[in-house]
């Protein structure tokens, strides 16, 4: 069965960077997009960053500039790299991840468990 094993939260102070990684595994055939999400506190999820199979990346307002999104298709891995984290990026963070596999024999949207990221002020 595919999942997605996301990782890299933690915390860290208004200003500094944090890295997270979220593989794919399982008998997957093909991956095309990835996507970060984001929920805070009392708030709606959020898309964060998303990277098409091609490579082309888009990002919201709230985070252009200062994260960057990236795919290593080898390790069936999307990465989030974020920088200048300000308080208000804290929250959960999901990996999303449309994946055709062997056994589904069809698209279909995965996410993984998520991680906290805490911006201390």
């Known amino acids: 069965q595919v999942q997605l094993v996301e990782s890299g939260g933690g915390l860290v102070q208004a200003g500094g960077s944090l890295r997270l990684s979220c593989a794919a595994s399982g008998n997957i055939i093909s991956i095309n997009y990835m996507k970060w999400y984001r929920q805070a506190p009392e708030k709606q999820r959020e898309l964060v960053a998303a990277?098409?199979?091609?490579?082309?990346?888009s990002y919201p307002d709230s985070v252009k500039g200062r994260f960057i999104i990236s795919r290593d298709n080898a390790k069936n891995t999307v990465y989030l790299q974020m920088n200048s984290l300000k308080p208000e990026d804290t929250a959960v963070y999901y990996c999303n991840a449309d994946i055709w596999g062997r056994v589904s024999g069809r698209w279909r949207d995965y996410w993984g468990q998520g991680t906290q990221v805490t911006v201390s002020s």
């Open positions: 990277i098409a199979g091609g490579g082309s990346t």
